[in-house]
């Protein structure tokens, strides 16, 4: 039978899942959750199985490219037999099974995963210094994700960087982070704080706008487009200086919404359509009721259901979060 792809309602193609495996996280990034963060109860989250017949059933109908995030993908128990699973549709309909981390468990893993095909991975790090790490994640130790970064690296896999820009935490600290990656070999991305689900703090006070940070990188330094496409938020350029190349997410634009070609998934089994909306269909009563065709007809409602675009505005001092879920729950 012909392969049918995702196509929605304003004819994107949907290629790309992000699949959420826990909600739970090692850490509590100030940005993220608060620090008393409310986990779910274990019954609600998908199983390995349901994990596994949700990613494939996405590969079944064209889906080429997997992201693994959470919470803390790492923490989840069985997440390498998860992988290990998933590898048969790598060169069989898909052509990339990647994750996003926090790092704090790589050492052990970064083997594994690239033994098991994984040859990317995302790592979030926000700052080099220890202090500021402590500050920024709570709960969380720089040097054990210094040293996974390492692992990852001596495995093979290739790392990307990701920062969330911070106003008055991490912004001074940019140049020597672009120096670290550079020196390492690791591209780098800069994140625009979102406003998903409520935290201690007011996030306008933190939000740091990408315009600004890349202003201050021009004074010094030449920056060239590239015509790279991801399909997100992600925009990239190149430093003539150096060859670096640098990546910006800022999810508040709306100029990539046109060409969104991804959906999420997250712990429980929500399939949410677009990180900025409520748009939502229930695969997991779904699945363990009606089995895969159920799961395969869901699909399609999501497509029908799939928004033109998100909402967000941070600018509103005080105001509620335009998403009441966490970026943990939804899978970043
Ligand atoms: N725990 C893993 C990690 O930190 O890489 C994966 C999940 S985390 C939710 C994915 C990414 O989302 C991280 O890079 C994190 O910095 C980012 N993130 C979390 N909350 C955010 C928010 N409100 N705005 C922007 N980025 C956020
Ligand atoms: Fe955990 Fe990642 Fe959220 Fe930090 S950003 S609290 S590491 S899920």
Wanted: charged letters at 25%; proline letters at 4%; glycine letters at 10%.
């Amino acid at each position: 039978m012909a392969m049918r792809p995702l196509i929605d309602g304003f004819g994107r193609r949907v290629s790309y899942v992000r699949l959420s495996v826990t909600d739970r996280c090692d850490f509590r990034c100030s940005y993220c959750m608060p620090l008393d963060m409310a986990f779910l109860p274990k019954r609600d989250v998908l199983t390995l199985e349901e994990l596994d017949q949700i990613a494939s059933a996405f590969v079944a109908r064209g889906v080429n490219r997997i992201r693994l995030t959470g919470g803390e993908p790492l923490v989840r128990k069985g997440f390498l037999e998860l992988v290990q699973g998933l590898s048969r549709h790598i060169g069989a309909g898909l052509d990339e099974l990647t994750l996003t981390t926090n790092g704090s468990q790589l050492v052990r893993f970064a083997e594994g995963l690239f033994a098991a095909g994984v040859r990317r991975v995302n790592v979030s790090l926000d700052t080099l210094d220890p202090a500021l790490f402590r500050q920024i994640t709570r709960k969380g130790d720089l040097a054990p994700v210094l040293e996974g970064i390492a692992a990852a690296k001596a495995a093979g896999l290739r790392v990307k960087l990701n920062m969330v820009a911070l106003k008055g935490l991490n912004e001074d600290e940019i140049p020597e982070m672009m120096a670290w990656a550079a020196e390492q070999g690791f591209d780098l991305t800069f994140i625009e704080t979102m406003p998903l689900g409520l935290i201690e703090e007011d996030r306008t006070d933190r939000y740091l706008p990408l315009s600004e940070v890349r202003r201050g990188l021009e004074a010094r330094l030449t920056l060239h487009d590239l015509s790279e496409r991801t399909g997100g938020p992600a925009r990239y350029v190149r430093v003539a200086e150096t060859g670096q190349k640098l990546g910006f997410i800022t999810p508040l634009t709306h100029n990539f919404c046109e060409s969104c070609n991804r959906v999420r998934v997250t712990a429980t089994g929500t399939l949410f359509m677009c990180l900025g909306q409520e748009d939502r269909v229930e695969l997991r009563d779904l699945l363990r009721t009606g089995g895969p065709a159920a799961l395969d007809a869901a699909l399609d409602t999501a497509m029908r259901l799939k928004p033109k675009g998100h909402d967000f505005q941070i600018e509103r001092r005080d105001a509620d979060p335009a998403v009441g879920r966490h970026m943990s729950m939804t899978g970043g």
